[in-house]
């Protein structure tokens, strides 16, 4: 199966700096990376995705780029807001699977 | 509109006592997942449904079991639940493999 590789592990940034997490995986032929957000008691829900055939994906203060040759994806909150503290997963299918390995989490806190 | 729903939010069962959790969804997604979340760390599989065909994990105990009677109904099975598996429940749903996955609410399970 994939294995999915997260980091750091916590990540305190102050408000309106930027936060960076960055995941490895070692399947080369996986294809979709999604991230996730779950804040406290809370379900994960997805916030961005890249495929392979794509380097960078940006959605508002958020964005995520891939490479590929490197096998790592990583995550890009810019002007962070208190509201973006939570725990962040990324994950990746094996190649000859579908199902979804989410790397440890990384919890980011936004200091006012 | 609730898309993935999952009951009850909370549960608390006896050592020993056979306990379900059930998840419903409207999204008419052809995979449901059953994820287990222990505290501070990442998702992990414990089995799927890609339309009518099951598909368990190579580690998920065999105290664990899944039924799903139809497209929107999931049901975990635990048949003999110990302190060990206390963890938050994840149900999640994605319309073909390899698309993003939509979580539901999840289900607190606590053993005493």
């Known amino acids: 199966g994939e294995n999915v590789e997260q980091h750091p592990s916590t990540l305190s940034v102050q408000e309106g700096d930027s936060a960076v997490i960055k995941c490895t995986y070692s399947?080369?032929?996986?294809?979709?990376f999604p991230w996730y957000k779950q804040e406290l008691g809370k379900r994960p829900q997805l916030i961005i995705d890249?495929?392979?055939?794509?380097g960078e994906k940006k959605d508002q203060r958020i964005a995520v780029t891939l490479n590929k040759t490197a096998k790592h994806f990583s995550l890009h909150i810019t002007e962070t807001q208190p509201e973006d503290s939570a725990v962040y997963f990324c994950a990746a299918p094996a190649s000859n699977d579908y199902k979804l390995s989410f790397g440890a989490g990384t919890t980011v806190t936004v200091r006012a | 509109d609730a898309m993935v729903i999952q009951n009850p939010r909370y549960q608390v069962t006896q050592f020993g006592k056979p306990v379900t959790l059930s998840c419903s969804q409207t999204?008419?997604?052809?995979?449901m997942y059953w994820y287990q979340q222990k505290s501070s760390q990442a998702p992990k599989l414990l089995f799927h449904y890609y339309d009518k065909d099951f598909n368990n994990e190579a580690d998920t105990p065999d105290n664990f079991q899944s039924r799903r009677p139809n497209t929107s109904f999931c049901f975990l099975d635990i048949r003999s639940p110990g302190l060990g598996d206390a963890a938050m429940y994840l149900c999640a749903t994605s319309r073909v493999p390899g698309d993003g996955y939509t979580f539901g609410s999840g289900t607190r399970l606590t053993v005493v």
């Open positions: 999204l008419n997604h052809n995979v």
């Open positions: 890249i495929r392979s055939n794509v």
């Open positions: 399947d080369s032929a996986s294809n979709y």
